[in-house]
């Protein structure tokens, strides 16, 4: 039998030394990488520049690169139509490239059913849910309309001269609106709601004025409304976020989540679509996309494999029964 010596046996601050450099590695990075996805990628964002899913398409781009998982991302993007356009182009164009990924979420499935064209979404095929957000309901600094009381009175008595900007129609921002006016009991087929392709134009208008009421995420008016050009009615979350009270709390129970995912073509070989989901997981677990989601005010919501297909068959009902109750127009 081999008996242990002594002085093989590690000391006291030998083991303090092996305990820090434990907890100073990531348990991602003692795991074995997953295989290199390759030299080049390329993301396609189906919105304008400067929004929530340019945000997240370009921060996982990011987070791939720095982890190793590709050398270079292409980043092409396709706006319009709540996301249908870039679906469509992505799968004509990129639906058979093992390269490829698309950025979607909520407000592409919205506007698939306010367009009647839900069974689009199975061109793709998803890989992660990896974000969720809530939405802040904000005005001009100077506004009237100060407080959620005061926006459902406004609602109630002339929901015709109050015009909301949000993202594309039958999004999440269009969904929210209609439940505030319904919740106001106000005439839902009146809402006048403008329809913008990103959060920096929903932004843009409300500084210019051109509406009195936005919908948009946090991270897209924050800045406006840290330097106080705009002012935060509420946000749709169940509790207070991000220093705002929710909606809820103020007496409208109105409660609503976004969130974004990340797909991929639908004919690709199963090995392949493996290799992207264990490259977007590892990326995940890096420290550089843990600081995009500090940064943006995202909560990670990380789902795949049979519970994220459920999930979206859930959310895409959700969409069509919202879409009917609320009767919003495209």
């Known amino acids: ?36 996805l390759g030299t080049q990628l390329r993301i396609v964002i189906p ?5 929530g899913w340019d945000q997240t398409g370009r921060a996982l781009g990011a987070a791939l690169i720095g982890s190793g998982m590709v050398d270079k ?8 139509k709540g996301g249908t356009i870039g679906l ?51 005005v001009p600094f100077d506004s009237p309309i100060a407080n959620p009381k005061a926006l459902t009175k406004a609602m109630r008595e002339n929901l015709p001269a109050l015009a909301i900007a949000g993202g594309s129609a039958g999004g999440v921002d269009h969904m929210y609106a209609g439940m505030l006016a319904r919740l106001s009991k106000a005439n839902a087929e009146q809402l006048q709601y403008k329809a913008f392709p990103g959060g920096n ?29 705009l002012r935060a009615l509420g946000v749709s979350s169940r509790r207070a976020m991000f220093g705002i009270a929710s909606m809820r709390d103020q007496g409208m129970d ?10 991929t073509g639908r004919n690709l070989p199963a090995e392949r679509i493996q290799q992207l989901l264990a490259a977007i997981d590892h990326a995940s677990n890096q420290e550089q996309w843990k600081q995009a989601l500090v940064s943006n005010n995202w909560s990670s919501s990380w789902q795949t494999g049979k519970a994220l297909q459920e999930f979206l068959e859930v959310e895409t009902s959700t969409a069509q029964l919202m879409t009917y109750l609320l009767k919003l127009k495209s």
């Open 88 to 138: 469509a182009e992505y799968t004509k164009r990129y639906g058979n490239d093992p390269n490829s990924l698309l950025i979607g979420g909520m407000v592409m499935v919205g506007a698939l059913a306010l367009n009647k064209k839900s069974a689009e979404l199975h061109q793709v095929q998803a890989l992660a849910r990896l974000t969720s957000d809530y939405l802040v309901v904000a």
């Open 73 to 80: 991302v292409i980043y092409e993007n396709i706006g319009g």
């Open 201 to 229: 134009e929903v932004l843009q208008a409300l500084l210019q004025k051109q509406v009195q009421v936005g919908i948009s995420g946090y991270s897209e008016l924050r800045d406006a409304l840290q330097a106080g050009k």
């Open 1 to 36: 039998m081999n008996t242990i010596q002594a002085h093989s046996l590690p000391t006291r601050r030998q083991w303090l030394g092996y305990s820090a450099a434990l907890l100073a590695t990531p348990l991602a990075a003692m795991a074995n990488p997953p295989q290199r």
């Open 47 to 51: 919105a304008n520049p400067g929004g």
């Open 254 to 263: 109105a409660e609503m989540s976004n969130w974004r995912a990340v797909f």
